[in-house]
Nanobody
Framework: QVQLVESGGGLVQTGGSLRLSCAAS????????MGWFRQAPGKEREFVAA?????????????NYADSVNGRFTISRDNAKNTVYLQMNSLKPEDTAVYYC???????????????WGQGTQVTVSS
């Protein structure tokens, strides 16, 4: 059983920064990728960012970002801690949402088909 535990959400003003963390525990993933999705009130859940790494060297292979966050958000991974981070800078009110950590993609990285989902952490950006 895989568990994903997010942390780091909170309230921040426009232009501020937050760093989300997602600690993974349990069995080894079959597909070496993790990511973040978000869902704002009354809106559909959407892809935010994902990172894929090599299963042999553990070095990152590629990262993907939604157009709306590209250049402001950075996804990274700490192999030793089995943790993925989402550094969010220049935050905007439209970034307000519940952010979900995901692991083990079953399709494309930006698709909704992931094997494991965290419980979510709230990010609120005030104007």
């Amino acid at each position: 059983q895989v568990q994903l535990v997010e942390s780091g959400g909170g309230l921040v003003q426009t232009g501020g920064s937050l760093r989300l963390s997602c600690a993974a525990s349990g069995r080894t993933f079959r597909r070496n990728a993790m990511g973040w999705f978000r869902q704002a009130p009354g809106k559909e859940r959407e892809f935010v960012a994902a990172i894929r790494w090599s299963g042999t060297t553990w070095s990152p292979i590629n990262t993907n970002y939604a157009d709306s966050v590209n250049g402001r958000f950075t996804i990274s991974r700490d192999n030793a801690k089995n943790t993925v981070y989402l550094q969010m800078n220049s935050l905007k009110p439209e970034d307000t949402a519940v952010y979900y950590c995901v692991a083990d993609p079953l399709s494309t990285l930006s698709g909704q088909l992931w094997g494991y989902w965290g419980q979510g952490t709230q990010v609120t950006v005030s104007s």
